[in-house]
């Protein structure tokens, strides 16, 4: 142990003798760790510990998928959760929710607000206790029981401020009074977005509707049963509803998910995994090029290591005295790498809009907890130990002997040891290739999914959703109205070019979707039948300059007593009706009415997730009335300057209507791929790292290189040769260096996006324009880091080079 | 009296293309316990190279080592280090006192690598300043000290595990002959006192302080 202490009091009167090479090493460990504790901090929110729900593992959410597409994931219908919560012997509680956006009143302006109506269930699986008050009971499920609400704690602290005798007051929602029964505990989120829960209220004869895809579904195991047993069981279920259910069921298996993989949305797991494994490049980047440094200094006291040996000092004990060093350093990083990660915290927090943190489960616990410090440790001394792995390993293969003679030379020679060095750096920057090039096309990816192939500006345009409560909208005749009065008065706002209605706006993230069948063919129920369904009003196309390509439009004579149509896309047509026109040709969506098409829409790409625009049948939304709905309003200036008027157009229409998710069209788009944006723009900073690191890497290497060339460049001048010949011979190396990385890390970055490409949208995983940028961008900067070196080989004096020793 | 040192058949070279370079040539040598043996030659001749030989730095060579009947030639590396720690204490002509170690930190060093307690280092590196009347200069770094005196650490240093044989490569060569008297002189009480010292010397005033000369030319012994 004293040994020990003696190792760390030398190694650190070592280190501090040469600050400018600590420091360095010290730097890029920072960088590593940093990076990598902030990264970390954000899987731990989101991915390890995203909601506060004991034995999370446990918790599985189940949706339904078509058997051709493992990545589907689809509401249920509540005949399937029946017969799960009666049949399962794999999970002691099945719970299910719906979305609710119910309009808040009595508190100021009307509000909009979403929430969740769940089944009492849903305590039991996720095992909470309220943060205040009680859950509500299984008896409260029943229709005109289910006057209980429980709040989510972030609306009870925002709308409420945090007001302990919350518990009994009434509250109205969508025109219903509920009495407020508990708050739920801090930092969940779940179902995700909901800030309020209430009961899920139907009359027992809507529990066998096996048609209505509505219903999301958690469960907890039992315990002793395992997830693949639950998706044994669950498959025998689904074959059964297959068989009893033909028409909706056929090809449609179950899908169980771990809840931890779900909790914040479907790509967020897949991208927090990307983002930890570009953190351990980085930190195995600074690995690298602290190994490097250590080897330089390893090298530089290679008589010191030899006169040790020779004093009796064990292989093992010269290599202990470097491991104390290199973990005394990768502390010292990890110190400065707390700081650093403390401020990409920040930066990262600056990064989420205040209104998204509710999606985002495990947000609020984002900071330097203990799992995130446990794992800053375990990096700095994995860091510690693999930096030193190199020059122990040098150490151990290399004869001391030598170093003790009195010319000092060793007879290991310069190649072998420029060879180790040179090798570590060509790791070092094919890593960091490896990171760029992914870093680029997410960038890139981020940049070709960041707009609509749309005649008008996205930018010129407002949008807002309207949820018309079911108490106060019964039928689809006062929806249909209340639509038409407030188009014509947002028609008539000065500085509006047009106003439309659609279900769902492309960028806005959802869509309805249903089976197509065609007139004179059987029905088809696999995923290719599959096709969006819009209600739209008549002025959509123009507004959002989407072309039509061929018929007519809908016009205001498309009414709820006129025969039925519909626009289908070119999408739809390539599809369906691929050798002629689909024009007069007639399709229903499931539920057997007929349209007949009259026009056809050029493609737009709904979701940037799409690979290809998918097929759309609009509908008229005078005949096909919905209740929820995007407004869409093109503006000729600044679409914010209308955000009032347009408040005023809604509230003379329905003073008790709230407005919600008003905001320029390109702020939608752009909210919609707030999740690549943010790994796009995360991996970009890891990138930018990883090319520092290996620049730093570079010009530690090149002006070691050019250190122990000095007598070599000074007899080169004594024989006459031209300083500039030494500059190329210093900058030949540099790019040798940038060549052999290139080779060894483009086929690496090539692999690695192939295993990414289910990640990358609107752009190729082997993006031309990537594959050639980043070489250059690199062999350039690569080129500048030995220009340092070089210009001190130009500057070798002989006389002082050939005295050199 | 039986040999603490012998040597059969050495031989050491370097592979330089087709050709090998013979650094020591069938060196067949022995040396008794308490002897003072001095090797002498022209340069590159192998001096030092036998002495790192006998000191076990170097281990790429062939034939046969006994030190005290136990053949080094064929021990491993652990072993052949646990017999150098017991045995052995090593002067360098340049020194080479670590550069970032104290005086007194530097005599510490060999016994820190023998297991020896720290309260007990102390007392032996104490002694030993006290000894080499060097008390002064024990929180000096090297630098900050002459060549002779460096030197004297150097020797303090080799000795301050009590070695049993002082392998020495040109301990005078840096110094000035007033210098070089001085460590000549500690050489002949450590011998007096029953070290078996081994050095290498080009000069023939230090070579007469040693009970024997082996002369080596071109990796050669000359016929004692």
Redesign the interface.
């Known amino acids: 142990m004293?040994?020990l202490r003696?190792d760390l009091r030398?190694s650190w009167?070592?280190l501090a003798?040469r600050p400018a090479a600590s420091a360095a090493a010290i730097l890029a460990l920072a960088l590593g760790i940093g990076f990598s504790t902030a990264n970390y901090s954000v899987a731990d929110a989101i991915l390890f510990h995203p909601l506060p729900v004991p034995d999370i593992d446990r918790v599985v959410v189940i949706g339904l998928r078509l058997e051709a597409s493992p990545d589907d994931f689809r509401s249920v219908p509540p005949a399937d959760f029946s017969l799960w919560t009666s049949s399962s012997r794999t999970f002691q509680s099945i719970a299910a929710d719906r979305r609710w956006f119910a309009t808040f009143t009595g508190s100021g302006e009307p509000l909009q607000v979403q929430g969740a109506l769940v089944n009492a269930a849903f305590f039991d699986v996720m095992q909470l206790r309220p943060a205040l008050g009680r859950f509500f009971t299984a008896e409260e499920e029943h229709p005109g029981h289910d006057n209980s609400i429980v709040l989510n704690y972030h609306l009870w602290e925002r709308q409420f401020a945090a007001d302990p005798a919350i518990v009994g007051r009434t509250v109205q929602l969508s025109g219903r009074s509920f009495t407020v029964c508990g708050v739920l505990p801090k930092g969940l989120n779940f179902p995700r977005g909901a800030e309020f829960l209430a009961p899920l209220a139907w009359e027992p004869g809507a529990w066998a509707d096996s048609s209505s895809f509505v219903l999301h579904v958690t469960a907890r195991l039992r315990d002793g049963a395992s997830l693949p047993q639950a998706r044994a069981e669950f498959d025998s279920f689904t074959r059964a509803s297959a068989a009893q259910y033909p028409a909706t069921h056929s090809h449609v298996t179950a899908n169980l998910v771990p809840l931890r993989e779900r909790a914040s949305g479907g790509h967020a797991a897949g991208y927090i995994r990307i983002l930890i494994a570009a953190v351990l490049f980085l930190v195995l980047i600074a690995c690298l090029n602290v190994a490097n440094l250590q080897l330089a200094r390893i090298l530089a006291r290679g008589?010191?290591m030899?006169?040790?040996?020779?004093?009796?000092?064990?292989?093992l004990?010269i290599a202990r005295q470097v491991l104390v060093e290199s973990l005394l350093l990768s502390a010292a990083g990890a110190l400065l790498g707390v700081l650093t990660a403390s401020w990409a915290l920040d930066y990262i927090r600056a990064l989420i809009p205040p209104e998204f943190i509710r999606f985002l489960p495990g947000w609020s616990s984002l900071g330097l907890n203990r799992w995130v410090l446990t794992w800053t440790a375990l990096t700095a001394a994995a860091a510690g130990i693999l930096s030193a792995l190199a020059p122990v390993a040098w150490l151990n293969r290399a004869?001391?002997?030598p170093s003790?003679?009195?010319s000092?030379r060793s007879?290991t020679t310069g190649t072998t040891r420029g060879r180790l060095r040179t090798s570590l750096v060509v790791f070092e920057t094919s890593l960091a290739v490896v990171l760029l090039i992914g870093a680029a096309v997410m960038v890139r990816s981020f940049g070709a999914i960041d707009g609509l192939d749309v005649s008008n500006d996205p930018r010129q345009a407002l949008t807002f959703r309207l949820s018309l409560p079911e108490s106060r909208y019964p039928g689809s005749a006062a929806a249909a109205r209340f639509q038409n009065d407030l188009l014509t008065r947002l028609q008539a706002l000065p500085g509006v070019r047009g106003a439309a209605i659609v279900s769902n706006l492309p960028g806005s993230g959802s869509a309805n979707s249903a089976f197509v069948t065609v007139e004179g063919r059987p029905a088809e129920r696999g995923p290719g039948a599959v096709s969006q369904a819009q209600s739209i009003s008549p002025s959509y196309f123009h507004t959002l300059g989407l072309p039509l390509v061929e018929g007519r439009a809908f016009n205001p004579s498309d009414g709820r007593d006129t025969a039925q149509v519909a626009i289908v896309s070119q999408a739809f047509a390539r599809r369906f009706f691929p050798a002629a026109s689909p024009l007069g040709r007639r399709v229903h969506l499931g539920d057997g009415n007929w349209l007949t098409i009259v026009g056809l829409a050029a493609d737009v790409l709904h979701d940037y997730g799409d690979r290809h625009p998918l097929p759309i049948v609009y509908r008229p939304a005078a005949q096909f009335t919905w209740n929820s709905f995007d407004a869409l309003v093109a503006t000729s200036g600044d679409p914010s300057s209308l955000a009032s008027a347009v408040r005023r157009a809604v509230h003379d229409t329905d003073a008790a209507q709230p407005v919600y998710l008003l905001r320029s069209f390109d702020r939608l788009l752009r909210d919609n791929t707030f999740g690549i944006a943010f790994v796009a723009s995360i991996l970009a900073a890891l990138g930018a790292v990883a090319l520092f690191l290996s620049l730093l890497g570079v010009y530690s290497v090149m002006a070691c290189v050019v250190a122990e060339r000095t007598r070599e460049f000074g007899v080169r001048l004594a024989l006459g040769a031209r300083r500039a010949s030494l500059l190329w011979l210093v900058l030949r190396s540099g790019l040798l260096i940038a060549a052999a990385s290139l080779l060894l890390g483009l086929p690496a970055a090539f692999a690695v996006l192939h295993l990414l490409r289910g990640f990358i949208f609107g752009v190729s995983p082997y993006d031309l324009s990537v594959f050639a940028g980043v070489p250059a961008v690199l062999s350039a900067a690569l080129a500048a880091a030995c220009l340092l070196p070089a210009w001190r080989a130009t500057r070798t004096d002989p006389i002082t080079a050939l005295r050199y020793e | 009296m039986k040999s603490m040192i012998s040597l059969r058949n050495v031989d050491k070279y370097?592979q330089q293309g087709p050709e090998r370079f013979y650094v020591l040539r069938r060196v067949t040598l022995d040396i008794k316990p308490g002897e003072f043996v001095a090797v002498m030659g022209p340069s590159g001749a192998g001096k030092?190279t036998l002495l790192?030989v006998l000191?076990m730095?170097?281990t790429?060579w062939s034939g046969e080592y006994l030190f005290l009947d136990q053949p080094i030639h064929q021990l491993d590396?652990?072993k052949r280090?646990e017999i150098?720690?017991k045995y052995f204490g090593?002067v360098?002509?340049?020194y080479?006192l670590?550069?970032?170690?104290t005086v007194a930190?530097n005599l510490d060093?060999?016994l820190?690598?023998?297991d020896i307690?720290?309260s007990e280092r102390q007392a032996i590196v104490a002694d030993i300043l006290d000894r080499f009347r060097i008390v002064g200069k024990k929180d000096l770094f090297p630098s900050q000290l002459s060549g002779g005196q460096q030197q004297l650490v150097g020797v303090a240093?080799a000795i301050v595990?009590n070695p049993k044989i002082i392998l020495a490569?040109?301990p005078t060569?840096n110094l000035h002959s007033s210098q070089g008297a001085e460590i000549m002189e500690m050489f002949k009480q450590l011998n007096e006192e029953g070290a078996t010292i081994v050095m290498v010397t080009h000069s023939e005033t230090n070579a007469a302080y040693a009970h024997r000369i082996v002369r080596i030319v071109d990796g050669w012994i000359e016929q004692q």
Request: overall charge positive; proline content about 2%.
């Open positions: 004293s040994g003696e030398i009167r070592r003798a008589r010191e030899a006169v040790r040996a020779a004093l009796g000092a064990s292989r004990r004869s001391l002997a003790l003679h009195e000092g007879s | 370097f030092s790192h000191g730095h170097d790429a590396r652990k280090l150098y720690k090593f360098f002509q340049s080479h670590l550069d970032d170690l930190e060093v060999p820190s690598y023998r307690k720290k240093r595990a490569d040109e060569g």
